[in-house]
């Protein structure tokens, strides 16, 4: 029987499981940026497991700090009482100490979705003890991830996910992407005063839209002028993805909330975080009469806590960042190069290595039919990579190398014109 069969994922169809299509691109081991398949064959992972393997497959570092921590204190609490683990507050201050102030303040929690529907929870929290009872709204862009399930799947722009959850969607209202103008609009549409905070991904991994320059700004002045909570999810885009900690920090544009995950443990271990300000921190949570009633099981597990600072010792000194700039840049060049030459590409943008590569055909976005094509193509080249329903989007882990992002290309290249000749 095809274990397929068992494994429910969210692609899987009866046809491929009855005839065995899927089976081969088990993957069973991997090293570096590359991962193999139970055949044998290896593939480049251009998105880095599920974008999170910063550190790539093979982070001895990593491995080493999880497997002490397993062998010291294997599991501990976070959540209700005063006995976290001596690695939680360690890496609680390590965390905290990368990033600019006043954001001094850290929980954790195994998701990203987790951590941002903690992050509305705490703004409308925050709003609840100073009073403010209808400030409940939030806005985000419609083309937004943010999570699934609850309030992260209502952040998301997805309608598809939408429609799933109605009628039970919270309070969230979405503009196009990094449109300011109908921002303003739906803000005053709402009424400020009932807006508890704008939710951005500073470059949003779907498409890969990064904000154009000034935009972040201009976000963070909106929202001071209303008394709006600005929350930055940088699940993808934190810990070196685009060259840098944190965007916002680099941009010095500064939220009150931060969600912070994947690239946190490299993958290692299922880790998110929420930062918060002083402000906020003093305001609601650290007031003795209030609870702030939200948390899990395994929120700050003790196992990602180690990894959480071996990944930290490695992006130290600051190297790593460097790198993914100027491989980043290397690759979007080459990428640009072909997009003379190659009729399917439209065009090629990003930041380090969080790269887009929008597809057309002729005039037409291609649509998700297309562009599954395009992704078993590249599969067959021995390239894996995610796609939307135009681009295709390119997260490698950071350690990456020139050589590796040329052969990146040539695969990728590749697969694009057996397709364009197939078609022809
Ligand atoms: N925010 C962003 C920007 C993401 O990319 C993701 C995951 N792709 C999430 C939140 C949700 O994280 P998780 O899948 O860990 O719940």
Redesign the pocket.
């Known amino acids: 029987r095809n274990p397929h069969d068992a494994l429910w994922y969210n692609s899987i169809t009866r046809e491929a499981v009855d005839t065995g299509a899927i089976e081969s691109s088990a993957m069973s081991r991997g090293k570096g940026c590359w991962v193999q398949d139970a055949s044998g064959t290896w593939y480049l992972d251009a998105r880095a497991a599920?974008?999170n393997t910063t550190l790539g497959y093979d982070a001895e570092r990593v491995v080493e700090a999880m497997t002490g921590q397993l062998r010291r204190l294997p599991v501990a609490q976070i959540i209700r009482y005063e006995e976290p683990s001596d690695v939680a507050l360690e890496y609680a201050r390590r965390l905290v100490d990368t990033l600019p102030d006043p954001l001094n303040h850290v929980r954790f929690g195994s998701?990203?979705?987790?951590m941002?529907t903690a992050a509305v929870l705490l703004s409308r929290f925050v709003r609840k003890v100073a009073g403010q009872t209808d400030r409940t709204k939030v806005i985000a862009f419609t083309n937004?991830?943010?999570?699934?399930g609850g309030i992260?799947g209502a952040l998301t722009g997805e309608r598809q996910m939408h429609a799933l959850q109605a009628p039970l969607v919270p309070d969230v209202h979405h503009v196009k992407p990094w449109n300011l103008e109908a921002l303003a609009k739906t803000v005053e549409r709402h009424g400020p005063e009932h807006i508890t905070a704008i939710i951005v991904?500073p470059v949003m991994?779907t498409d890969v839209l990064a904000a154009p320059d000034g935009a972040l700004r201009h976000i963070r002045d909106l929202c001071d002028r209303h008394g709006i909570h600005l929350i930055a999810?940088e699940?993808?885009t934190g810990f070196g993805r685009t060259g840098a900690m944190s965007v916002m920090a680099d941009n010095r544009v500064l939220p009150d909330l931060l969600?912070l995950?994947?690239g946190i443990t490299s993958g290692y271990f299922?880790l998110?975080a929420l930062v918060c300000t002083d402000a906020l921190f003093d305001e609601a949570i650290s007031r003795p009469e209030y609870v702030f009633p939200h948390g899990c099981t395994a929120d700050g597990h003790p196992v990602g806590m180690a990894a959480g600072l071996a990944v930290l010792d490695e992006l130290a000194d600051g190297s790593l960042f460097g790198h993914v700039r100027a491989v980043g840049e290397h690759l979007r060049q080459r990428l640009r190069e072909h997009a003379a030459t190659t009729a399917l590409i439209h065009d090629v943008r990003g930041a380090g290595l969080m790269i887009g590569v929008e597809l057309r055909d002729g005039d037409e976005r291609p649509g998700a039919a297309s562009m599954a094509e395009v992704r078993r193509a590249c599969q067959e080249a021995g390239l894996l990579l995610t796609t939307t329903n135009s681009t295709l989007v390119l997260m490698p882990p950071l350690v990456l190398t020139e050589t590796e992002a040329d052969e990146l290309v040539k695969r990728l290249v590749g697969a694009l014109d057996d397709v364009a000749a197939a078609r022809s």
């Open positions: 599920m974008w998701t990203g979705s987790q941002t937004g991830y943010h999570g699934t992260a991904e991994g999810d699940v993808t969600v995950g994947k299922p998110a």
